[in-house]
């Protein structure tokens, strides 16, 4: 059974959409054909929803009409800018796992040119799409379409590729290898690889089971005694067949955490053992959407990933392709190492990613790494964005955004600054690191306002501020802190006003 998976714009082309989809189902027999995502459970997150349903499929077929590009939401904004966009999501996601897909064009729409798409996107700009015109011809090149799908779904073990009305190979982003061909079955019974692009014997499969079976892990599951010996006896007995197989059971749904684990751990040091290789897009996918985003081996996954032998941009394509639907808890290993493999061409890109995360992120870690990351890009065709963000953003977040703004110097950001302030002084979130940055782009000009929050604030806040400006040394700021040191009826305020007066004494 294939699954192909139809991504459209709702008020951009049902109609036309609805008549490709009755036509396929009603002439790919053994297919299902998916056109709707429309059970989304309630508090789930529906970006890592989409991308879990458009995984399943074998295709994705990409309906593009008029207003694809340039659709609005309520607001006036595109709605393809937004990271939470759906059509932009299963794209995302597809290209990510490496799933062929074949624009569409309905309505004498025409591809869209790589400008007019977000960075994440803009493989999708160089694939070859295929024309679906109105009546007369709508039933000639849907002819065309189905003929060229089925021509692959009947056997994709000898296709290099996706076969397009023009002969071309429908791929993911320039650059990642073609579909590796089924090697020759060495046991006539297999077993299901639902989620690899291989079909493994399965005497293979129980026979790496055995080995991971040897393997004694602590009580806190590190380290594995015996990983390295049992490593190089499996390479011994099964050569270059070790990789693709470990990979396999990784993937595998039936796989326990524990020998996910195991062989994660073992699949590290054997990547590193001589001898052919599968892809490296194949090796990697596995690693970070079978390992990563699983608690129990993220961090065998992610020191796997940094320590295989393959090059940077292969590293990086693979880290760029899974960023987007990664949760908090991992996001920021997965920036910190982006940030060592992304080439330097790469890097505007790569800002401009990671940008479209920080619009979403809700954690301070996060934020905090994202933050980092752009720094260290030196991604300054961001600013106009980063200002706008910090205006908006809760006080943690804002903290970030304004460190960077602070650290490029970027003086047109002091409104911004004093906005999110504003924004968190009349609460009980932190405002002294805010408070502390603005003083640092303003200088002594900033004093009034400073004083004037400081006095205003409530006793937990204005202790908080108090830690913060210590080390500032302005006269203004001075006489508040010690009205404060010698009236406060809060003892907090008292101390942490003694111990910013006494840092300007000694200074």
């Known amino acids: ?118 960075p994440s996107l803009s493989a999708f700009a160089f694939l070859n799409a295929a024309p679906i015109r109105p009546d007369p011809d709508f039933h000639r090149d849907m002819d065309r379409l189905i003929d060229g799908l089925r021509n692959w779904l009947e056997d994709r073990s000898t296709a290099s590729g996706l ?59 590190l380290p594995i005694a015996n990983v390295m010996a049992t490593t190089q006896e499996i390479h011994r007995d099964t050569g270059s067949r070790a990789v693709p197989v470990l990979c396999h059971i990784i993937r595998a749904s039936s796989t326990s955490d524990l020998d996910r684990y195991k062989a994660i751990s073992v699949l590290n040091l054997a990547l590193r053992l001589p001898g052919p290789k599968p892809p490296a897009k194949y090796v990697l996918e596995t690693l970070l959407n079978y390992g990563a985003l699983t608690s129990a081996s993220r961090n065998a996954a992610l020191e796997a990933v940094a320590k295989a032998q393959f090059s940077p941009d292969e590293k990086w394509a693979a880290l760029l392709g899974v960023i987007p639907f990664v949760d908090d808890r991992v996001l920021g290993d997965i920036v910190s190492l982006l940030l060592t493999v992304t080439p330097p061409p790469e890097r505007h890109r790569t800002g401009a990613i990671l940008l479209d995360l920080l619009a979403t992120a809700q954690s301070w870690p996060s934020a905090t790494r994202l933050c980092q990351a752009l720094k260290a890009f030196n991604y300054r065709t961001g600013i106009p964005r980063l200002i706008g963000l ?108 003694d111990r910013f007066l006494a840092a300007g004494k000694t200074a």
């Open 163 to 221: 076969m397009t009305l023009t002969g071309k190979p429908v791929v993911g982003p320039p650059g990642s290898p073609a579909p590796v061909p089924k090697e020759p079955l060495e046991e006539p019974q297999l077993v299901a690889a639902e989620d690899s692009d291989r079909d493994i014997p399965e005497a293979e499969v129980a026979n790496l089971h055995r080995y991971l079976d040897g393997l004694s892990v602590g009580q806190a599951g």
């Open 390 to 497: 910090l205006q908006v953003a809760t006080p943690a977040i804002a903290n970030c955004i304004a460190d960077v703004l602070v650290g490029w110097r970027v003086i047109e950001s002091g409104p911004a600054i004093q906005a999110a302030i504003e924004n968190a002084r009349y609460g009980t979130d932190s405002v002294g690191l805010l408070l502390k940055l603005f003083y640092a782009l303003e200088g002594p000009a900033a004093a009034p306002y400073v004083t004037m929050v400081l006095g205003d604030a409530l006793p937990a806040v204005q202790a908080d501020i108090l830690r913060n400006l210590v080390g500032v040394t302005d006269s203004m700021i001075g006489d508040t802190v010690t009205e404060l040191a010698r009236n406060s009826l809060d003892v907090e305020v008292r101390n942490a006003a």
């Open 1 to 118: 059974m294939h699954n192909i998976f139809i991504s459209y714009r709702r008020d951009d082309n049902q109609d036309a959409t609805g008549r490709i989809y009755d036509r396929l189902r009603a002439h790919l027999k053994g297919c299902q054909v998916f056109k709707d995502v429309d059970s989304i459970p309630f508090g789930v997150d529906f970006r890592k929803h989409l991308s879990h349903e458009v995984g399943q499929c074998d295709v994705l077929l990409a309906v593009v009409g008029q207003r694809w590009v340039d659709a609005q939401d309520d607001a006036g904004n595109r709605r393809l800018d937004a990271p939470s966009d759906f059509v932009r999501i299963e794209i995302e996601a597809a290209m990510a796992r490496g799933i062929p897909v074949i624009p569409v064009l309905v309505g004498n729409a025409s591809m869209p040119l790589e400008a007019a798409l977000p």
